[in-house]
C-alpha cells in the first residue's frame, strides 16, 4: 500500500463523515433554507469526491463533470432560495405517516363541506331566479356594453378564473 | 533537478492539498450540523466549503499536469467563488425576510435598523 492509497482513503473518510452531518442536517430541517444549504454541502463534497477519484486514477476525462455539478448546485439553491415563503411554527418537520394521514381526511372533509354549501347556494340562486322570472319576464340589459359583447361580460371576475392572488410569495 | 524530482514534488503537495480540502469538507458538515441557526450554518455552508473545494481541484491539478484539464479546473474553482456568494446571499436574504434568523444570536443588525428608519411603525418581524 502506497501512501497514496492512504492518502485516498482518509480524504474519502473525511468526504463521507462531513457528507452525512450535512444530510443529518438536510433531515432535521427545521427550515426549508436550512435544507437547502446542507444539500449544497452535499453537492459540494460529491464534486470533491469525484476530483478525488479523477486524482487517484489520473483520469483527466472526468473532468466536466465538476464543471456540470458545481453549476447545478448553485441553480438548486438558488431556485428555492427564490421561492422561500413563510412557514408556519411546525410546518418544517418531516410528518409521520399517521400525521399524513389525519390531514389528508381533514382536506377532504373541509371539501365535502365545501361542495355541500356550493350546492345549496346554487339551489337557492335557482328558486330565486325562478321566482323573479315569473315576477318581471324582461330582464334589464346595460346599455353601455355593445350587443355583440353583451355575452362576454361578466358580472364579477371570480379569483379561479383571473388566476387568483399570489399567497405568501417573496419578492 | 530532473523531471522525475518535480512530479514527486507536484504529487507531495497534491497529497497536502488533498487532505487539506478533504478536511474543511467536513469542517462545513460539522458546521452546518452543530450551528444553531440558519446565517450561521450558512456560513458553514459557504467559506470552509469554497476554500475546502478549491484545494481538492488544486490538488487535482497538481495530480494531474494536463494543461487542458487544469483550465477546465479553474473554471469550476471561478463558478464556484462566483455562485457561492449569489446563492449565500439569496438565502440569506430570503431566510431574513422569513424570520428565520435568531435575532438574540446578531452583533449587529443593520438590516432591521434601516428598515425601521425607511418604514417607521414596522418591525424586523414584518420586514
Not at chain 2, 530532473?2 to 487532505?19: E, F, K, M, R, Y
Not at chain 2, 456568494?85 to 434601516?114: I, Q, Y
Request: hydrophobic share 50%; glycine share 8%.
Amino acid at each position: 500500500m502506497n501512501v497514496f492509497d492512504v492518502v485516498v482513503v482518509v480524504c474519502g473518510v473525511l468526504l463521507t463523515l462531513g457528507a452525512l452531518l450535512a444530510i443529518v442536517r438536510a433531515e432535521k430541517g427545521p427550515s426549508m433554507l436550512d435544507r437547502t444549504v446542507a444539500l449544497d454541502i452535499v453537492v459540494t463534497t460529491m464534486i470533491a469526491a469525484i476530483a478525488l477519484y479523477a486524482a487517484y486514477y489520473r483520469r483527466a476525462d472526468v473532468v466536466p463533470l465538476l464543471v456540470v455539478l458545481s453549476l447545478v448546485g448553485f441553480v438548486g439553491s438558488v431556485t428555492v432560495a427564490r421561492f422561500a415563503a413563510v412557514e408556519p411554527e411546525g410546518e418544517g418537520r418531516v410528518r409521520t405517516r399517521e400525521e399524513v394521514a389525519a390531514e389528508e381526511a381533514e382536506k377532504r372533509r373541509l371539501e365535502q363541506e365545501e361542495e355541500e354549501a356550493r350546492r345549496r347556494r346554487r339551489r337557492a340562486a335557482e328558486d330565486a331566479a325562478t321566482a323573479d322570472a315569473a315576477a318581471a319576464p324582461e330582464p334589464a340589459v346595460d346599455e353601455t356594453v355593445a350587443p355583440s359583447a353583451r355575452e362576454t361580460v361578466e358580472k364579477t371576475p371570480d379569483d379561479e378564473h383571473h388566476g387568483g392572488p399570489a399567497d405568501e410569495e417573496t419578492r | 533537478m530532473s523531471q522525475d524530482t518535480w512530479g514527486t514534488v507536484a504529487d507531495v503537495a497534491s497529497i497536502v492539498c488533498l487532505l487539506g480540502g478533504a478536511f474543511f469538507a467536513f469542517a462545513a458538515g460539522v458546521g452546518a450540523l452543530r450551528f444553531p441557526d440558519l446565517l450561521s450554518r450558512m456560513h458553514a455552508g459557504t467559506k470552509p466549503q469554497v476554500l475546502g473545494l478549491i484545494l481538492v481541484l488544486i490538488g487535482l491539478a497538481l495530480r494531474l499536469r494536463e494543461g487542458g484539464a487544469v483550465w477546465a479546473l479553474l473554471l469550476v474553482a471561478i463558478f464556484q467563488m462566483l455562485t457561492a456568494p449569489v446563492a449565500a446571499h439569496m438565502v440569506g436574504r430570503a431566510g431574513f425576510r422569513t424570520g428565520k434568523v435568531r435575532n438574540d444570536l446578531l452583533v449587529v443588525d443593520e438590516l432591521s435598523r434601516d428598515l425601521g428608519e425607511t418604514r417607521p411603525g414596522r418591525t424586523s418581524e414584518d420586514a
